[in-house]
Nanobody
């Protein structure tokens, strides 16, 4: 079965940087879109950044200019470089991806999430 595992979350001071990683494993035929979502306490989950298999990217307005999404197709990995972090960036960040397997058509898969806390 396909699994997504995030890493890189933790405590960081305002203005600091953090890099999140998400590795997809299992019987994978093709990884299509990959992206990062986040959910802060008391708020709905929102799309932070996404990238297609062709390299096209999309960012939430709140993170443009500060966050950068990238992917390494050979490693089935997507990254989220977060710079100039703010208090409002505090949230659980989730990796999501549209993945096809030998037995199933493209389906959405989600990681368990990694907590990012921005605090002084």
């Amino acid at each position: 079965q396909v699994q997504l595992v995030e890493s890189g979350g933790g405590l960081v001071q305002p203005g600091g940087s953090l890099r999140l990683s998400c590795v997809a494993s299992g019987s994978i035929s093709r990884i299509h879109d990959m992206g990062w979502y986040r959910q802060a306490s008391g708020k709905q989950r929102e799309l932070v950044a996404s990238m297609t298999s062709g390299g096209s990217t999309n960012y939430a307005e709140s993170v443009k200019g500060r966050f950068t999404i990238s992917r390494d197709n050979a490693k089935n990995t997507v990254y989220l470089q977060m710079n100039s972090l703010k208090f409002d960036d505090t949230a659980v960040y989730y990796c999501a991806s549209l993945i096809a397997t030998p037995q199933l058509p493209p389906l959405s898969y989600w990681g368990k999430g990694t907590l990012v806390t921005v605090s002084s």
